[in-house]
């Protein structure tokens, strides 16, 4: 008799292996990303205790705070950073104050960027902004004056914000009123696309655009007169002289003579007598002794002195006795009567 049969051993069916998982690679082993380069920012300006220049440094180290927040790790360094430019007379004594209070006290005494912002405002603003950005829109020393529109605007916009200026009307008359007279002629003036009295943005824009026109006007007259051809300029000149014309000597016997005087009328010229007579009365020459009137020789106070005188006195007196001699004896002729001659 035989046994029961022996079982048959079944074996189960190969299981199908599943792939291993895939693990991620580390970050250390993974390839590495290229980093986005940021923009280099420039530093801020050397901090000034000027009036102009405080909100601009303020804002300045604001925005460099806000795209570089990587560089600061807290409060601390952004104060120390912000008073690196701290260069100015009194904004460096404020700085050392700050550091002497840290040395007696172990502790800095600002903790905070919000507490820091607060000292700033408080140490190199006015107590009442409000209050002096009305005084000066206000005030009759505002104006545009020498500046450009966009500084002038500049300026203004601080200042409405300061004063706490709403209202558009408000606004356009300070503006217009603070601009240049032809500025605002002109935009008064204009025919056609002339801004409301509250628009603020149109009245900005026209101030500007009438303004980049002057300045471009300018410019091109200075190019205009410096490419200019300008005649040189001619040297001083000596006026001509005026010429002398010389001739040679002539000789007297080339110059033909004087022709002779007209001959005298054969029938005379009629003597006058009286005036021959009146001639003969006369004293010659010399009989005044000095040359005066008024007194003879015999009671001139000038006492003759033969001595005294020259060789032509002394012929010219002769003469004079002499003519005076011919005039006696003439004299005497012409006296005596008729009957003497027969």
Known sequence: ?????????????????????????????AAPSKQRARPKLPSPPNFSSERSSRRAFLNSCML???????????????????????????AAKWSENLFCQETDTGIFPIQSWV?????????????????????????????????????????????????????PRTL???FRHRLKLNVQSQIATMPFGRPADTDLEAWYTAARRIDQARLANEAFQSTLRSTTVTPARLAPTRPTPFLVLRFPPVALSSVPPRPPPPPAPSGGIPMDID??????????????????????????????????????QREELIEDLMALKDAVEEKEVCSAPEGDFA
């Open 172 to 174: 356009v008359v300070k």
């Open 115 to 167: 507490d820091f912002k607060q000292q700033f405002w408080s140490q190199f603003f006015p107590v009442n902004v409000k209050a002096d950005a009305i005084n000066t829109l206000e005030g009759s020393s505002y104006y545009q004056e020498n500046r450009t529109v966009d500084n002038y605007l500049d300026s203004f916009l601080i200042l409405a914000s300061d004063a706490r200026y709403t209202d």
């Open 64 to 90: 460099y705070l806000c795209l570089a927040p990587d560089q600061f790790t807290c409060n601390e360094e952004k104060i120390f950073w912000t008073l690196v430019f701290f260069k100015d007379e009194r």
């Open 275 to 312: 005036a021959v007579q009146k001639m003969r009365s006369l004293p010659p020459r010399g009989y005044y002794r000095c040359r005066e009137a008024n007194h003879l020789v015999k009671d001139c106070p000038h006492r003759l002195d033969v001595r005294r005188l020259t060789t032509e």
């Open 1 to 29: 008799m035989t046994g029961p049969a022996p079982a048959l051993a079944v074996t189960p069916p190969p299981i199908p292996m599943s792939p291993p998982p895939v693990t991620p690679p580390s970050p250390a082993l």
